[in-house]
């Protein structure tokens, strides 16, 4: 969190009172509500693109290959209409 606590040029502290929630053990970046659904906090909405991307955290570079989803692949499809199986 720190690099992107840098990045975003701001207090680590501040950032992570802003922006970092403790998930499942461990600190995830928030999730906002916009137009019903739960988007990251650092994703523009608008222009349709990660704000930290060249500084995103391992979950998100690691998506959509997590453990959970190596077993449960129908839950992936669910979680992220993005993702389209091919014929």
């Given at each position: 969190m720190m690099d992107i606590a840098q990045f975003k040029n701001m207090e680590l502290g501040v950032f992570a009172d802003?922006?970092?929630?403790?998930a499942y053990g461990k600190l995830s970046l928030q999730d906002r509500l916009i137009?019903?659904?739960?988007?990251?906090?650092?994703?523009?909405?608008y222009a349709n693109k990660c704000t930290i991307y060249d500084h995103r955290p391992s979950q998100c570079s690691?998506?959509?290959f997590w453990n959970a989803y190596k077993e449960e692949?129908?839950?992936l499809l669910?979680?992220?209409?993005?993702?389209?199986?091919?014929?």
């Open positions: 802003t922006y970092v929630r403790a137009d019903g659904e739960h988007i990251c906090c650092m994703f523009d909405h690691t998506f959509p692949f129908l839950e669910d979680y992220c209409p993005g993702i389209v199986l091919k014929s």
